[in-house]
């Protein structure tokens, strides 16, 4: 049978169809096993507030022994509270260009070079779901967005105004193409993208299809696109945990809220790969400084968010800790005077490195040790390594007792070997927490 040049490229076209729409399964890499991530508002970073200034402070942050670093969008966004952009850094003008105020692009790839000199990765996080409102593309395209009204009947603000369609081809191809730019041009391990539940899931799989690669990190500011059956994206952001954790805050939490988290990490393909966090750049936004919400007691739901299994994140300033949030309104950077949680944090994230009862992607899921709602009691587990939490979820004392034998562990942040045992009642103060281990 003879194949004319017209058949031979509508077959080529139609398996270039397919292999675009195939789902491509995403499995993170094997370095997510021990990965701590630590966000960067490169504005309100550091006195410089701009890529150079990041780059003096790489040593720093690597003594908190953090390995990856997550850059807030480098992308020229509108100004702070013009009418559409109340508050908002991330209300980009351009996905595909670096914001000019930060750098050069030559300072970017240098600032990649140096960190990965400081065995630190880079993530690039986005926000592709909206633009700001002086975009371009809401001049002259204005087919691309969800609506071309300005305002609301009642005068409020339309969020439809920079919401893009995605309904459109071209929008997805344009923010297509933005990422793969940047992916071949800066070479950075990993992209994360926010607010994926407000993407089709089709596009979200699009995103996987033309962006994952083996040791490149995807991962979903959201938990919608992610399903027990399936894994789209190589982690997401634990917003329930996050909501468990607020509800320490006024003595609402118990043991039992916790459980469902626990069992559905557990049936997750890449079980603890989750990223977990008391602050992020996006919760800044909107919620009060993390010493005003956990006052006294900041440090705890950080413990909670490190041990329970997951990607630990922590955003720049909380080895601070930040006393109050970080503005974006303001040009101002976060001073690091006192730094009280750089060695809880240092030596959390040295022990996530070489304990593999923290480690990620294993099955070493917490198991609750404890009936007691006030307490929160468990066990991480590999092989003969063992790492036990116990935390009182309360602001008042707590009595306790647990279902496992623990002789001559660790305390892991006084050092003094300890005894628990079942059958004995234990107490603890408001909020207090012991950390036991066997590797010491």
């Not at 490190?306 to 720049?316: D, R, S, Y």
């Amino acid at each position: 049978m003879k194949i004319t040049v017209s058949s031979l490229l509508l077959i080529i076209l139609t398996i270039g169809f397919y292999s675009c729409n195939v789902k491509k399964e995403s499995k993170p890499p094997e370095w997510v096993k021990t990965l701590s991530v630590y966000e960067i508002m490169p504005k309100n970073f550091s006195p410089t507030q701009n890529i150079k200034g990041i780059i003096e402070s790489l040593t720093k942050i690597r003594t908190i022994y953090c390995n990856a670093i997550a850059l807030v969008p480098m992308t020229p966004n509108d100004k702070i509270n013009i009418t559409f952009n109340p508050n908002d850094p991330y209300a980009s003008l351009d996905f595909a260009s670096l914001d000019p105020s930060l750098g050069t692009e030559a300072d970017l790839k240098e600032l990649i070079i140096q960190a990965h000199q400081n065995r630190l990765k880079v993530f690039f996080e986005f926000e592709i779901s909206y633009t700001g409102a002086n975009h371009l593309w809401r001049k002259n395209n204005k087919e691309y967005y969800l609506s071309s009204d300005i305002k609301t009947e009642n005068g409020l603000y339309n969020k439809d105004y920079i919401k893009l369609n995605f309904s459109n081809k071209k929008v997805r191809r344009n923010i297509l193409n933005a990422l793969k730019k940047w992916k071949s041009k800066y070479k950075p391990d990993g992209i994360i993208i926010l607010n994926t539940q407000d993407l089709p899931s089709d596009f979200n799989q699009e995103l996987v299809n033309q962006l994952k690669s083996d040791d490149f990190f995807l991962a979903s500011g959201s938990e919608a696109p992610i399903k027990r059956e399936e894994y789209i994206f190589d982690s997401y952001f634990n917003q329930n945990l996050y909501k468990v954790l607020k509800k320490i805050s006024t003595d609402e939490a118990r043991s039992s809220d916790f459980k469902p988290i626990l069992e559905f990490n557990n049936q997750l393909k890449y079980k603890n790969s989750l990223i977990q966090f008391t602050r992020t750049a996006k919760i800044n936004e909107t919620e009060e400084a993390e010493t005003m919400m956990f006052q006294h007691y900041y440090k705890f739901p950080a413990l909670l968010s490190i041990a329970t299994g997951g990607i630990p994140w922590i955003l720049n300033g909380q080895e601070e800790p930040m006393f109050i949030k970080i503005d974006v309104n303001k040009p101002s950077f976060v001073e690091r005077n006192y730094q009280y949680c750089l060695e809880f944090y240092r030596s959390l994230f040295i022990h996530r490195k070489e304990n593999g009862a923290l480690y990620s992607m294993e099955e070493n899921s917490p198991e609750i040790i404890s009936d007691s709602e006030d307490v929160l009691a468990f066990e991480r587990k590999i092989g003969s390594a063992t790492l036990v939490v116990l935390a009182n979820l309360r602001a008042s004392n707590s009595t306790f007792r647990i279902n496992k034998s623990y002789n001559q562990y660790m305390e892991f942040f006084t050092r003094n070997k300890v005894d628990f045992v079942p059958s004995v009642d234990y107490q603890l103060g408001p909020h207090q927490y012991i950390v036991l281990t066997n590797k010491y």
